[in-house]
């Protein structure tokens, strides 16, 4: 168990809808990532947020967005959802920025987002 | 743009061979190199890493290497047994950058 949490573990819904991904970081770890992994495309950064503030952007669509919390967690909102956005969207913590990785980064388990 | 190319995509080995993984950056920025491993339904978990002040880590079974001039890092495992089975992915990270290279599935045959 790494520490980090993310819910849903599992996401079905229809084109065109919203979807919220939620992301709690380990204690103390200021730092959370979103990454996106699809079966053709790897794992691609999505968005890092440091203590509340964005800190590093990646490849995330103009139809996703994502916020940090006071209390650290971290939400990654995706809308006018597409078939192609069906996907595993892992969330990572650490303790300093860094690099957009920073010194050691834990994962979570993922939410597997499946539109229909 | 900056990628990661990373080879082969799959391996397999016999229990007690060693694998290795290489990739290479073309991001002359980056600094910080991870190496993560993804079993089946879990997330990436960060095995070993290397700064770019550095040529060689090792921890146990893993080593990785780093020749910043070629940009080239790889990632070495002795004495494989069925438990490295997994996806590993290599990242090359700058500042405010990571870009992990596509992975490579390992398999370790008993």
Request: proline share 4%; aromatic share 10%; hydrophobic share 30%.
């Amino acid at each position: 168990d790494s520490g980090v949490t993310q819910t849903p573990k599992h996401l079905i819904t229809a084109t065109g809808q919203r979807v919220t991904l939620r992301c709690s970081p380990r204690s103390g770890d200021l730092s959370v990532y979103w990454y996106q992994q699809s079966l053709d495309q790897g794992l691609q950064f999505l968005i890092q947020y440091y203590n509340g503030e964005e800190r590093a952007k990646g490849n995330i669509l103009e139809r996703f967005s994502a916020q940090q919390f006071p209390d650290l967690h971290s939400e990654l909102n995706l809308s006018s959802l597409e078939l192609g956005d069906s996907a595993l969207y892992f969330c990572a913590s650490s303790v300093t920025p860094g690099s957009t990785v920073g010194t050691e980064a834990f994962f979570g388990q993922g939410t597997r987002l499946t539109v229909v | 743009g900056e990628n990661v190319e990373q080879h082969p995509s799959t391996l397999s080995v016999q229990e007690g061979d060693s694998a290795v993984i290489k990739c290479t950056y073309s991001d002359s920025a980056s600094n910080y190199f991870p190496w993560y491993k993804q079993e089946l339904g879990k997330g990436p978990q960060l095995i070993i890493d290397i700064r770019s002040n550095v040529g060689e880590k090792k921890d146990q079974r893993i080593a990785v290497t780093l020749n910043k001039t070629a940009k080239h890092f790889s990632l070495h495992i002795t004495e494989t047994q069925p438990e490295d089975s997994a996806v590993y992915f290599c990242a090359a990270t700058s500042y405010d950058k990571v870009i992990f290279g596509p992975g490579t599935s390992l398999s370790v045959i008993p």
